[in-house]
């Protein structure tokens, strides 16, 4: 259909944060040609830019209907995405609620690969997990067209986690025990959400996992690190009290710090140790790999010893 009929694609959270999805999205989308409008929280240097690059740029609440109203409505096809909060449920039935009343032809929704391991009678601490997991359900019951992502741990977290102690001490510092993991790197999830939203019809009501191309312990991680940076970065099994007091004293929010504990327990559980193809099957490329993403960030992590 053309760009005129289905009008501009609107992409959530697109000024980005911790993994920016929305942020990559808007410029994959624009790259295609494509007209997108960027839901953005506040004016900032972030909309600023986002304008430059060609898109509409709409500043308002995913908590306030009006303002989800206003940036749904005219446009058909929409990535709903925002970082993880205590209200993200709230947000998500508000979006179902403003699309229903309008209608959309695709509505690509955020979530996590948690999300495939949960049910009522299997829950997991974490309430931003739960609350995926409720929210793709009310999504279901909307009968809107959706397609859902459900990617595992971003990269771009471990860059969060692990970057200090690799740049200080040499050292991956996390308490994920033996327990094996297989990280996604946000471009790679962007990717998907873009090609979804190109041509939507054929995964109108589909699930994709979506993890790196292996998963692997830590001792195999730090070994990837250390070849991207070509000198010894190793892993250290911290207890998970020490991990949790690390988060409370950077101050992070208590929603955010009790989802990334959780992360921890289930990762120290073994519950990471997954592989799965949707990059693959949905853009036609390989997912990247630890060593790939360390290269591209030798400079958070340190540098590149030559
Ligand atoms: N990180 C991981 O390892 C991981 C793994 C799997 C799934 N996920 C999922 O990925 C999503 C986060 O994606 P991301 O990392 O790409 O997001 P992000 O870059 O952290 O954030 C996206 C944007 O959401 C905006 N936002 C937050 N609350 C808002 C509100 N009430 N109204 C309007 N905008 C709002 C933020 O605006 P400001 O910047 O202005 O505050 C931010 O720029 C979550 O659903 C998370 O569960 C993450």
Known sequence: MSAERTGPILVTGAAGQLGGVGRTVVDLLLARGLPVRALVRREDERATALRAAGAEVMVGDLLEPADVYRAVRGTRRVYFGMSVSPEYLEA?????????????????????????????????????????????????????PVVTIRPTIFLESFLTLAAAGVRDRGRIELPFGAGKTNPVAAADV?????????????????????????????????????????????????????????????????????????????????????????????????????????????????????
């Open 92 to 144: 998500t039935v508000t979006m179902a609620a403003v699309a229903r009343e309008l209608g959309v032809d695709a509505l690509v929704n955020m979530s996590q690969m948690t999300v495939s391991e949960m049910s009522v009678h299997d829950t997991t601490p974490s309430r931003q997990q739960r609350q995926h997991w409720l929210g793709e359900q009310a999504l279901a019951w909307s009968s809107l």
């Open 190 to 306: 962007a990717r998907v959400v873009a090609e979804l939203l190109a041509d939507p019809s054929p995964h109108l009501g589909r699930v994709y996992e979506l993890t790196g191309p292996g998963s692997q312990d830590m001792h195999g991680f730090a070994r990837e690190a250390s070849d991207a940076l070509n000198r010894e970065v190793t892993y250290a099994d911290i207890p998970p009290e020490a991990f949790e007091a690390g988060l409370r004293r950077a101050g992070l929010p208590e929603h955010v710090a009790q989802h990334v504990v959780t992360m921890g327990e289930l990762h120290r559980a073994g519950r990471y140790d997954r592989l799965a193809d949707g990059v693959g099957r949905v853009t036609g490329l390989p997912a990247m790999g630890v060593r790939e993403f360390v290269s591209l960030h030798a400079d958070e992590f340190g540098g590149r010893r030559s």
